[in-house]
T-cell receptor
């Protein structure tokens, strides 16, 4: 079964600082990997996805993630945090068969002025 | 593109009544829709998978008679919480996978969620 581990349930950064959210997956087949963002009382918005094309994936709102097979990781970064980045972030993995997603526990990002 | 809507956005009902939640793909055809439940400060829990014109597949531990899912068309799926009780209060989110130029292969697009409160 697929599983995803997000290290750190809460990350606090200063505005303008680097945002780094960690995600490790376990998959026996080349996975589809996703990062979603959820604002309070809203659904999930797709930030980016990895589908075995390029290992460095650029998403919306200045986020990017790098797929590292040797480390089974798919960490999300943004060079300069903005107040609007405060939200819950979920990493998810799918093996592509039935397209079911396995979600990580989520990481709450707060941005300090 | 790839917009999924849910209605209602929030609902309050009395214990014992049934509540229907609609999930629509607005600009693409959804071959598969998923229903999730999310408790406060927690991740999403998959409840069931529905394909257009066929019976939904429920995850282990989800009562199929309690949570009725209908996927009658390629743009609409409904979740009915029957005989709702306070413990059914939660945030319900749907997602859709589809075909077409607006959607990425195998990518789930999520609705905005429905907050259910059962009194």
């Amino acid at each position: 079964a697929q599983s995803v581990t997000q290290l750190g349930s809460h990350v606090s950064v200063s505005e303008g600082a680097l945002v780094l959210l960690r995600c490790n997956y376990s998959s026996s087949v080349p996975p589809y990997l996703f990062w979603y963002v959820q604002y309070p009382n809203q659904g999930l918005q797709l930030l980016l996805k990895y589908t075995s094309a390029a290992t460095l994936v650029k998403g919306i709102n200045g986020f990017e993630a790098e797929f590292k097979k040797s480390e089974t990781s798919f960490h999300l970064t943004k060079p300069s945090a903005h107040m609007s980045d405060a939200a819950e972030y979920f990493c998810a993995v799918s093996d592509g068969g039935d397209y079911k997603l396995s979600f990580g526990a989520g990481t709450t990002v707060t941005v300090r002025a | 593109g790839a917009v999924v809507s849910q209605h209602p956005s929030r609902v309050i009902c009395k214990s014992g009544t049934s509540v229907k939640i609609e999930c629509r793909s607005l600009d693409f055809q959804a071959t598969t829709m998923f229903w999730y439940r999310q408790f406060p400060k927690q991740s999403l829990m998959l409840m069931a998978t529905s394909n257009e014109g066929s019976k939904a597949t429920y995850e282990q531990g989800v009562e199929k008679d309690k949570f009725l899912i209908n996927h009658a068309s390629l743009t609409l799926s409904t979740l009915t919480v029957t005989s709702a009780h306070p413990e059914d209060s939660s945030f319900y989110i749907c997602s859709a996978i589809g075909q077409g130029a607006l959607v990425g292969r195998g990518t789930q697009y999520f609705g905005p969620g429905t907050r259910l409160l059962v009194l």
